[in-house]
């Protein structure tokens, strides 16, 4: 029977669990006494040999790298982090909730959103043609690229809500950062204060880290051996350490809080020293790159996480509520919006936050600025919001200007992104080897 039992096989044993002999790592060990086999292997063909296999290669069989102990491990991490976010949102009273995944527009405004479109018909499936041009919902639809919105709806009859669900991102970056796929974890308040939200940020995930670090899976992922086939005692040492330096900076008190004027000053202070080449020169109008956003990080952080607040509404969505901060401009247009991300030292942008506007007039005016209504609509300039019609001009949005329309809230939020803080916990780089399933830009075999 010995001879079947090649890497794969499943098997059922019984035997005797008996303590392991001085000088043994574990601490008991199984003493065989009857091995059946449940689930044969052919130890020829079987993708997954018992030698060095590269993060690539098991990209391309992800159904068994499931099998593998370090993506176990990844799943128990990702399992244990869900229950403390859960545990952490409960005992702070918000509202759990499951928003859609279709949905009738594009949240962030950027046009990188999956259309859904149904097969119909025996032949169009296996052809790949869509027959018809009946939309199925009446108008197109789209996978959700963000919860956001549709939290929103709640905030008035809840005042703290969240959500961890599927995103979907139709964009074509082919990047250790990105997926078409992926979990976002997303609250929203009652507030009037960009500082609360950012509070709320930083107690979640101090909370996770803490939490992670003394769990069973923690532990197992310092002592985990999974880089190189040639691992030494060193090399592991070095990764453990690169582990507990970031569980250590989540775990301090009072992350840097910098504002993006104070940023891009920083930055173009950094530009005359020679030792220091940026691909891309600051500019305040363009945002951060992510070799910007790895060099405030280093710098301020020191360790930390930084937030940076106060971008420009410009790279920004039209939803944000403007800042209260008077900024010293580079330029006389130089405005701004309540909101920060979040940057995590080598990982970068990984939370990105706002007040949202919650008045009906100037949040028309936005969507007409980021060519989401048509700009001829006609506002009543009455004095309440309540009081101001409808145009007879649609929009997919219609629904989320009635949020405003009747009775709106100052309230602001977040989304995290659940897959990249994983993997900035668990040492991955890769954000497609922390996802089961990972589906990005001509990838999606399973």
């Known amino acids: 029977m010995h001879q079947s039992l090649g890497t794969g096989t499943a098997v059922t044993i019984s035997g005797l669990w008996r303590r392991s002999p001085p000088g043994k790592e574990q601490s008991h060990e199984l003493h065989a006494e009857d091995v059946t086999i449940v689930g044969a292997t052919d130890p020829e063909s079987y993708p997954i040999q018992k030698k060095y296999h590269s993060a690539e290669y098991l990209r391309t069989v992800p159904h068994l790298r499931l099998r593998t102990p370090f ?58 043609s869509s027959a018809g041009t009946d939309e199925f919902f009446r108008d197109p639809k789209y996978l959700t690229v963000s919860s956001q919105l549709h939290l929103e709806a709640f905030v008035h009859e809840h005042q703290k809500v969240w959500a961890l669900s599927p995103t979907f991102r139709a964009e074509k970056s082919d990047t250790p950062r990105h997926l078409s796929e992926f979990y976002m974890l997303e609250a929203e308040l009652r507030t009037e204060s960009i500082d609360s939200v950012m509070d709320l940020v930083e107690d979640l995930i101090r909370d996770v880290a803490v939490q992670v670090q003394s769990s069973e899976a923690g532990k197992e992922l310092l002592a985990v051996k999974h880089t190189t086939e040639a691992d030494t005692a060193k090399e592991m040492s070095s990764r453990a350490e690169v582990m507990i330096r970031r569980w250590s900076g989540l775990k301090r008190k009072f992350w840097p809080r910098i504002t993006y ?91 990105g936050g706002s007040l949202r506007e919650h008045r009906l007039k100037p949040l028309l005016r936005a969507m007409q600025e980021h060519s989401l209504l048509p700009v001829a609509r006609s506002e009543d300039h009455t004095s309440g919001n309540a009081s101001l019609a409808k145009s007879p001009e649609s929009s997919n949005l219609d629904w989320y200007v009635d949020l405003r329309r009747y009775g709106s809230v ?37």
């Open 71 to 128: 993506h176990a491990l990844l799943a128990r991490l990702r399992s244990d982090c869900e229950f403390y976010v859960s545990a952490f949102f409960r005992t702070n009273q918000y509202i759990r909730l499951h928003p859609p995944v279709i949905t009738s527009s594009d949240c962030e405004g950027a046009g990188e959103v999956f259309t859904l479109r149904p097969k119909e018909g025996k032949g169009d499936l296996l052809s790949g």
């Open 261 to 351: 004027s104070e940023a891009i000053k920083l930055l173009e202070a950094a530009t005359h020293d020679p030792q220091i080449v940026f691909r891309y020169k600051p500019n305040w109008h363009s945002g951060l790159q992510l070799e910007h956003e790895k060099f405030i990080a280093a710098e301020i952080g020191q360790g930390s996480p930084v937030f940076v607040t106060d971008y420009p509404k410009s790279v920004k969505p039209f939803y944000m509520l403007p800042s209260d901060v008077k900024t010293i401009a580079m330029d006389d247009d130089a405005s701004t919006a309540a909101c920060f991300d979040l940057l995590l030292p080598e990982a970068c942008e990984v939370v």
């Open 410 to 446: 100052p309230h602001g939020g977040f989304g995290l992104g659940f897959d990249r803080l994983l993997g900035y916990l668990a040492g991955v780089d890769n954000v497609r080897d922390v996802a089961p399933w990972p589906r990005y830009y001509g990838k999606c075999d399973c």
